[in-house]
């Protein structure tokens, strides 16, 4: 055949599979991450810079305000009841998770 075998991955598998569900320190991880960008604003607030961007970012629930809907899954237009798995969002722990989901749904 040649010295490049196809792989099933070449013939349209997935090589890698994204779980359905979050393991629990994945879920930890969320939680840290969005902890920490609490103590960012925090600190910018307690610095005491005013900027239009930071007046929207204050009135976002904390971490601990959160409810684990809005933790773990995300807006999507597509998704069956507009919800899905963070953890199918590409990059999703280079992306900032919206706290809030849009009025309507």
């Known amino acids: ?3 490049f075998q196809p792989t099933l991955a070449a013939f ?10 979050l393991s629990k320190t994945r879920k930890a991880n969320v939680r840290k991450r969005l902890r920490e960008v609490d103590n960012v604003i925090d600190t910018l607030v ?3 810079i005013e900027c239009k961007q930071l007046d929207l970012v204050k009135v976002l629930p904390k971490e601990q305000e959160m409810l684990p809907r809005d933790k773990y ?7 069956k009841y507009h919800r899905k798995g963070v953890h199918k969002v590409p990059h999703f722990t280079k992306r900032p998770i919206p706290r809030t ?5």
């Open 1 to 3: 055949m040649g010295a």
């Open 12 to 21: 349209g598998g997935k090589a890698w599979r994204i779980p359905w569900r």
């Open 46 to 48: 307690a610095s005491g």
């Open 73 to 79: 899954t995300t807006f999507s237009r597509t998704a």
């Open 101 to 105: 989901t849009p009025t309507g749904f």
